[in-house]
């Protein structure tokens, strides 16, 4: 032992305990810190990929229900006009009916890269931190 108390081995000088201990624990709140860093931009981009899915399914509704309106004005034209004012009133429903079926298909394009609602990175990463410190403990 040396005057400070600290076991030293003949060839080369091992730090103290005390100084291991403060530096592995700085190390990992360094750690935490960074995998929260890294948990909460995941969390962002998937909220924003839920946002605009969102949007698209509530675009899809709305376009769903002028579909439908038009659908009807489309019957009561046919049933009551010439064929002229229907077939307009046919070729505005299906335009309404593409917009729809595009905007749902977006939608949930949008939501599919958003799921699962975890940060499976974050997770990913810090099981290979944990097992790489239970490796390094067992040394």
């Given at each position: ?60 509704g ?59 990175q ?17 040394r």
């Amino acid at each position: 032992m040396t005057a400070e108390g600290s076991p030293r081995t003949g060839s080369g000088a091992q730090e103290p305990v005390g100084d291991l201990v403060h530096r592995a624990s700085r190390q990992l709140s360094q750690l935490v810190r960074e995998e929260m860093r890294l948990a909460q931009a995941e969390m962002t981009e998937k909220g924003k990929r839920y946002g605009k899915g969102g949007g698209l399914f509530g675009g899809a509704g709305l376009t769903g229900v002028l579909t439908l309106q038009a659908l009807v004005a489309t019957v009561i034209a046919a049933l009551s006009l010439v064929m002229d004012v229907w077939a307009a009133a046919l070729i505005v429903t299906a335009a309404l009916a593409a917009g729809t079926a595009l905007m749902a298909v977006l939608g949930k394009r949008q939501i599919s890269k958003a799921s699962p609602p975890a940060p499976e990175q974050t997770i990913d990463s810090v099981k290979a931190d944990v097992a790489e410190i239970k490796e390094k403990a067992h040394r």
